[in-house]
């Protein structure tokens, strides 16, 4: 009796819970800002989307969460009645594909092959220290049709919109997408707006990856581009140019840190990240940020990275 009793009770616990978070997406609302050219964004729960809008019709980066999928459709269509085209994936995490299944049933996903390896299979994302939440397989619906090893161009709206891999930096599936024409750039989360950045070591994201990315891909815009972040608002090329500075100044106290002998928990203890603190945030703050830079450091990386052609 108390064993069925309890059963019930766990069922309408994870039946609340279940709940709750359909109601947590049904109070979002998706947010459209025209960012320059031809290129929108779209803001609502989880990772930004980038949109190019145009006469063939519309190719968007990113998808959110699938329960947010009817939303964002009609989010496009106060733009544009035109067909969403193409779809692409900045990277694998949730939050940025969970709308991958329902967008796949109008147009391809494409991706860097690692998104799908990654999306395939179980696993988990984290920063080998505080940081770490399950990944669970998705279904075939989910994954990437199109997937490339270095870089894609999808030539529609006038636009030769590009994407280009960046190795082992959030993660190792990322790709940061050029609008040329609109003079506009999607980072993807090689560059967020919410702090500290979260690396996800455990997907084979590396720091170093990371600030190679930023000190490659400065050099290639126009001084007066528009930075789409992986989450945050619209951006500046200076914004970028601070987020940079700040990865290698941080790297780099905790690096003194570590060849003078200090263990982690010392390292948080001193606060060595104390110049910095206006950058620790709700998600990734001080003491996690030590963690990624730390365990980067050590090499703990026992993240797979996943071999590709
Ligand atoms: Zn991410």
Known sequence: MTRTLEILLGTLVLGVLALAQDDDFSKVQIKVTKVAGSIYMLEGSGGNIGASVGDDGIVIVDDQYAPLADKIQAALKSVTDKPIRFIINTHYHGDHTGGNAIFQKQAPVIAHDNVRKRLEQSGSAGNLGSISREVKPQPKEALPILTFDHDMTVHLNGEDIRALHFPSGHTDGDSIIFFPKSNVVHMGDDFVRYGFPFIDLSSGGSVEGMI???????????????????????????????????LKETRAAVEKGVTAGMTLDQLKQENVLEAWKKWSGDFINSDAWVETLYNDLAGKKDGKFIKHN
């Open 212 to 246: 190679a990315a930023m000190e490659e891909v400065i050099p290639k815009l126009p001084a007066d581009v528009k930075v789409i972040p992986g989450h945050g608002a619209v951006s500046s090329l200076d914004d970028v140019r601070d987020y940079l500075k700040m």
